[in-house]
């Protein structure tokens, strides 16, 4: 399914077959549509009555009914019997009979661990088995009698065939991937494969049958008069199932390795681990293959999976999961979808005399019949839409013509995927090609319903309104840099432009500041960066809408917001504090999504710096008293800030490198320091000895005493 904008409806997304319908971010002021036309859109919907046609329509198809199968949890084989009555082979040895107008009822249970395969037989069926590789007789009361052991663990399909021109019955078994030949109970190989398991057979309609591996993805063909080939070999690993057409050509279901396995029992039970349940990530690809003459890749399953093939008339159909549907796949990459149940895969086919289509679902078990007859009411659920966030729906419409057909939409809404008993009913009814009002509370998830009734309904699309409830922006995290702070990290240097001065009498003279030489130069903030304090924040909008933000500043005692910026659109900007008279601020950042959302709907949401020590008054040198010793210079001093604590202390002797001095107590830590040193290594004469000090905002105060060296 797809989303659209805006009055135009125009698609913007498509939804990936395999995944829930998503909706991506969209700016809350416009409406959406989620816009249901192609096959994949209905990929993970459930159905029954309903079809979805090869170009994506909907119309009533053949009438569905299913029966659960109660003791079973996999159902691997089906077969109809001559009285039109179906047989299920699923887990614990157990064959289930499902008779018209009746349910699942328990028919046989053999004295093994799976029935994995069944043929019909006259008035009743052959039944392969595993771990022990063994084939049964089932006769029509319900009597049983071994037909043949194969010496192989698994038998995965049993089909008929002749030999010599007396009847013969082909086993495909594992876990060698070895073709059998049963006749009067003795089992004989008629070909050793390099496969592990032989999953799947089919006859030839001439006496031979094709057989299918799963792990080269090849087929052999064992004809009626005893001689072997390869009729295909797949770009896939496995070959899950076959079957003739009408026409003659093979089809073959062919999977990738994400579905292959590795032919032994799964841990702590006696179920056959290369079973016909789903693993994540397969691919499957139908192929048709004309018999000495081509091959082609002719459908490729919206599902990960088939597990199934059926001749049905002049068409075949498919068996899927991990999605359990049933297509009637009736051209090149064109099939209808006849049913779409709830449960996890469709993994067992059969068609009866009258064109009734058999599927046995596992995880859990149960028998859908389709058909022959076409249904008089039918029922699709659409996938669930994610619209991220709080939603509102709005109008939900078909496109089509109704021919004499009654037409419902119901839609429901909730905050869980999938949809469990909080979300809320379903409302809904007869609708109009004009649609009708959803009537689906504000949610985040949202599902419709449409329902077909008498008539010849052909539905080309179901599309549904919804739109994002704008919520506020949210900021976090205002972070004023420290003043004096990060202005020298790596390699940064002072400016370097050159000062012009002009004298009197009109001359020029310009200067230029040489770079440092050495760190001890750098320590002291220039005065271009005195005052400049650099705001960062982070904010987000809920509806992905795009921002702009407006920063203010006021003194932390109280008093009106004063403008700092407004607007921007990048989430830094840089403060001077130049003009403004120490003391302690906050700074508001607010960020609006106004501008993208309708007049009136707009939203705002803000958020305060920590207190903000602004300090533009540099500390005061209190006291300097200095004198000379023999070859030395001693001082003593002390300074003091008004606002910030002092960062650094430093002496300079005749204008040389500056040098740092400890204060008292060890530690640059208080607003008034003392200190005191001693510069040795002083030739005797006059010399001017420099102090400064430098605040934690970076200000710097200076001054100067001249002492005189004694010889």
């Known amino acids: 399914m797809r989303t659209g904008r805006g009055i135009t409806i125009a698609p913007v997304l498509g939804m990936l077959a395999l995944g829930v319908a998503l909706a991506w971010p969209a700016r809350a002021g416009e409406t959406d549509w989620w816009i249901a036309d192609s096959p994949s859109d209905y990929a993970r919907s459930e159905s029954n009555g309903v079809v979805v046609t090869p170009d994506g329509a909907l119309e009533l198809g053949p009438r569905a009914s299913s029966s659960p199968a109660e003791s079973l949890s996999v159902v691997w084989a089906l077969a109809v019997l001559r009285d039109g009555s179906v047989a299920a082979a699923g887990d614990h040895g157990r064959i289930l009979r499902w008779t018209a107008g009746g349910r699942l009822k328990p028919w046989v249970q053999l004295p093994v661990g799976q029935v994995l395969s069944l043929a019909a037989d006259g008035d009743g069926v052959l039944a392969g088995t595993g771990p022990e590789g063994l084939v049964y007789r089932i006769g029509a009361r319900g009597d049983t009698a071994r037909f043949a052991r194969t010496g192989e663990r698994y038998v995965w399909g049993i089909a008929a065939g002749t030999r010599g021109g007396r009847p013969a019955w082909y086993a495909a078994t594992g876990t060698r991937g070895r073709l059998m030949r ?34 080269h993805g090849r087929i052999v063909h064992a004809r009626a008069d005893g001689t072997l080939g390869t009729l295909f070999d797949a770009a896939e690993d496995e070959v899950r199932a076959i079957a003739v057409g009408a026409d003659g050509a093979v089809y073959a279901a062919a999977l990738t390795a994400a579905a292959e396995t590795d032919g032994g029992e799964r841990e702590g039970t006696d179920e056959p681990a290369p079973a016909k349940s789903a693993v994540a990530g397969g691919r499957a690809m139908l192929y048709r293959i004309v018999p000495d003459s081509s091959s082609s890749a002719w459908w490729p399953s919206p599902q990960p999976f088939v597990f199934a093939l059926a001749r049905a008339g002049h068409s075949v159909v498919a068996a899927t999961g991990n999605r359990a549907g049933v297509y009637r796949v009736e051209r090149s990459n064109g099939a209808t979808q006849l049913l779409a149940a709830p449960q996890g895969q469709v993994t067992a086919l059969a068609v009866g005399a009258d064109g009734a289509i058999y599927a046995a679902t596992s995880n859990p078990g149960a028998l859908w019949v389709l058909g022959p007859g076409r249904a ?90 919804w739109r994002e409830r704008n919520l506020a922006p949210r900021v976090e995290e205002v972070i004023v840099a420290p003043q004096g702070q990060g202005f020298r990290e ?132 209190t006291k300097l008293t200095v004198q000379g010793a023999k070859g030395a210079v001693e001082f003593e001093a002390a300074a003091e800030d008004a606002a910030s604590t002092l960062a650094r202390i430093e002496v300079s002797l005749d204008g040389g490198d500056w040098r740092l001095v400890t204060p008292e107590g060890g530690m640059a830590d208080q607003r008034r320091l003392e200190f005191r040193g001693r510069l040795p290594g002083v030739e005797p004469g006059e010399h001017s000895l420099s102090v400064r000090a430098v605040d934690a905002a970076g200000n710097p105060a200076q001054r100067a005493s001249r002492v005189t060296v004694p010889r």
């Open 490 to 621: 790596g390699e940064i240097q002072p400016r370097l432009e050159p000062v012009t001065q002009t004298l009197p009498g009109g001359q020029k003279v310009e200067y230029t500041l040489p770079p440092a030489a050495t760190g001890a130069a750098l320590r002291e903030l220039p005065m271009w960066a005195r005052g400049l304090r650099t705001i960062q924040w982070r904010a987000a909008d809920p509806n992905g809408d795009a921002l702009q933000f407006r920063v203010e500043g006021r003194p932390e005692s109280g008093g009106p917001w004063f403008k700092i910026a407004d607007p921007l659109e990048a989430p830094t900007v840089t403060w001077d504090t130049n003009g403004l008279p120490d003391g302690l601020y906050r700074v508001r950042v607010t960020a609006s999504d106004t501008t993208a959302n309708p007049l009136g709907e707009g939203l705002a949401g803000e958020a305060l710096s920590a207190p903000v020590v602004v300090d533009n008054t540099p500390p005061e040198i």
């Open 182 to 215: 049963l006749e009067g109970g003795t089992a004989t190989i008629v070909v050793d494969t390099d496969e592990s398991n032989l999953v799947s057979i089919a006859p030839d309609g001439r006496g031979g049958v094709y057989a299918g591996g799963d792990s």
């Open 376 to 465: 008089e009411r039918g029922e699709l659920t659409s996938p669930v839409l994610d619209a991220r966030r709080l939603a509102r729906f709005g109008t939900v419409l078909w496109r089509g013509e109704a021919n004499g057909a009654r037409v419902e939409l119901h839609s429901r809404s909730g905050n869980t995927d999938p949809p469990d008993t909080t979300w809320s009913g379903w409302s809904g009814g007869p609708a109009t090609g004009s649609g009708r009002p959803s009537g689906a509370p504000a949610a985040r998830y949202y599902q419709w319903r449409i329902a077909l009734a008498g008539g010849t309904p052909h539905v080309a699309s179901v599309e549904a309104a």
